[in-house]
């Protein structure tokens, strides 16, 4: 069985472009959810997508957005790219929304680099 | 606001040591407490995990003992090995209708020979 895929797994971007990347959650899957990783401040949720809607959001600037399709596959996008976006982010999908009894797993993430 | 507080930052173990990693958390709404474990280049990895009303669960070499009135919780990694070597996350969440972890800032575990 597949596990949550994520491309790219390395990009480099320049300040004020946009970036999208992609997850594809395991089969069956229908809640993903998108962090953020730095060094500096951890593990941060952005926000959670289950059937094609958002159901949660983090506090992030709307520079970060995201959407889910019919499939479960999901994109987030973060436009107008700054030098503190440069992070690992991670997708995680689970079986269904909420957490008792309901693992979730995560992809390897997407480096991004914003120079 | 930081609502999982984990301790230490980084732990130096000697194989066939024990392990100890501490969390505390504020909010009092949480409900299950997962640990990731992630490896460099990797994403974090379920662990293990423990619901609040069972003091404490094992599985093989990793145990999470809960205290609820205190609210903290650890792991413990019983006979460390060189290959536990990674950084650790606890994590909360309320379970229901999100899935919206929140995590501790991390302890990076090196297990020596």
């Known amino acids: 069985k597949a596990g949550v895929t994520q491309t790219p797994r390395y990009l480099i971007k320049t300040r004020g472009q946009q970036v999208t990347l992609s997850c594809s959650p395991i089969s069956g899957h229908r809640s993903v959810s998108w962090y953020q990783q730095t060094p500096g401040q951890g593990l941060q949720f952005l926000f959670e997508y289950f059937s094609e809607t958002q159901r949660n959001k983090g506090n992030f600037p709307g520079r970060f957005s995201g959407r889910q399709f019919s499939n479960s596959r999901s994109e987030m996008n973060v436009s107008t790219l700054e030098l503190g976006d440069s992070a690992l982010y991670l997708c995680?999908?689970?079986?269904?929304?909420?957490?008792?009894?309901?693992?979730?797993?995560f992809g390897e993430g997407s480096w991004l680099t914003v120079v | 606001q930081q609502q999982v507080k984990q301790s230490p930052q980084s732990l130096i173990v000697q194989k066939g040591g024990i392990s100890i990693i501490n969390c505390a958390y504020e909010n009092t709404a949480f409900d299950y407490f997962p640990w990731y474990q992630q490896f460099p280049g990797k994403g974090p990895a379920l662990l293990i995990a423990?619901?609040?009303?069972?003091s404490e669960k094992k599985e093989g070499r990793f145990t999470i003992s809960f205290n609820k009135s205190a609210k903290q919780f650890s792991l413990h990694i019983m006979d460390s090995q060189p290959g536990d070597s990674a950084t650790y996350f606890c994590a909360a969440i309320v379970s229901g209708t999100a899935s919206k972890l929140t995590f501790g800032t991390g302890t990076r575990l090196q297990v020596t020979l």
């Open positions: 423990i619901r609040p009303d069972v």
């Open positions: 995680a999908s689970s079986r269904r929304q909420g957490a008792s009894g309901n693992t979730i797993y």
